[in-house]
């Protein structure tokens, strides 16, 4: 699996810093643009995981870029231009400490959370007698803290994001908002790919010149969880699980294998068998997400292609 992109050190013209994600790694070029570069790792339960996996950062970049363009003419975002399948370049922004988390179902972390008998997530109230992958009877809003590098997000409420000042109630009522209206885009886009769009995160941040945007991804399998729609309620009606499109399938995985991220859990060999397997997972997700086929980019020397691709990007815009 040496194809993969696990890390960059890249030095552009005018760069003034780096900042390495779980996932992601960004250039500040002179405090103007970031260039945002999706490598091939694999986080899951707040922890990356030690092998890459291919293709999984060009998956990620193009599905986030076609989602920013696909709704952009109801929540401005943060992007310019993708000079190469793994990077987006964009404004610099001054990020919220907060991720905007929106459910349409019961499923995943708050899955986990009803499950131990709680009834209130960030401070919402979740309605009695639903199962797993019920649908709420309206999507509830569960936002996180947005943790610096390598700690876990947290849970909080709106009051206590507001009652600690982390976001003014004047634009957390914008972001609410700006999440509200981008989780309908994006079920009613899902729909029609025969997909539900069940669960999913954004993030926000400020330009220079004060206009709040959407940053860093949008939709994707790291960001989202969909089921197929075919099925779904004869699913639910027999208490089966559902078919579903999202990272989930490599936290089961992980959780099989005894590993869900606490101290003192190791985790499990990943063998080049397993990560095609995710590869391959994750071709899937871009096909059926988007509904076009994936062109694998030639990732014979990865790094010197992407440089190769920004340079000339930075050079002639």
């Known amino acids: 699996m040496s194809s993969t992109l696990t890390t960059t050190h890249f030095h552009f013209p005018n760069q003034k810093s780096v900042y390495r994600g779980k996932v992601r790694e ?28 291919p293709y999984k950062g060009q998956i990620l970049n193009q599905i986030a870029t076609k989602f920013m363009e696909l709704t952009a003419d109801i929540v401005p975002n943060w992007l310019v231009a993708s ?12 990020p919220f400490k907060v991720e905007m988390v929106i459910r349409g179902y019961l499923s995943g972390h708050a899955a986990r959370e009803y499950a131990l008998g709680k009834r209130t997530i960030c401070g919402v109230t979740m309605q009695e007698g639903l199962k797993e992958n019920d649908k709420f009877s309206t999507p509830i809003i569960t936002p996180t803290t947005k943790a610096d590098n390598g700690s876990h997000d947290e849970d909080i409420s709106r009051e206590a994001i507001l009652a600690n000042q982390i976001v003014s109630e004047e634009e957390y009522l914008i972001l609410e908002k700006y999440t509200r209206a981008l ?22 941040g400020k330009t220079k010149d004060g206009q709040i945007v959407l940053i860093d991804e949008i939709h994707t399998p790291d960001s989202s969880r969909y089921f197929y729609a075919e099925g779904y309620q004869e699913r639910q009606d027999k ?3 559902q078919k579903q499109l999202s990272k989930e399938f490599v936290r089961r995985w992980l959780i099989e ?21 995710v590869s391959d997972r994750y071709i899937e997700l871009f096909v059926n997400i988007l509904g076009e086929q994936f062109v694998k980019a030639d990732i014979t020397n990865i790094n010197e292609r992407i440089e190769k691709n920004v340079l000339e ?5």
């Not at 945002?36 to 996996?53: E, H, Q, W, Y």
């Not at 000079?83 to 001054?94: I, K, M, S, Y």
């Not at 990007?313 to 815009?317: F, G, M, T």
């Open 257 to 277: 294998n005894g590993f869900q991220g606490k101290k003192g859990q190791q985790i499990p060999e990943m063998t080049d068998a397993y990560i095609e397997t």
């Open 26 to 53: 960004v250039y500040n070029i002179n405090d103007e643009l970031l260039v945002m570069i999706a490598t091939d790792r694999l986080s899951a339960f707040d922890v990356v995981l030690p092998k890459g996996i």
């Open 83 to 94: 000079p190469d399948p793994n990077v987006a370049v964009g404004h610099l922004c001054e």
């Open 183 to 204: 989780y309908q885009r994006g079920t009613e886009i899902a729909a029609s790919r025969g997909l539900i769009l069940v669960d999913t995160k954004y993030e926000f």
């Open 239 to 241: 208490g089966e699980e």
């Open 313 to 317: 990007y930075l050079k002639n815009r």
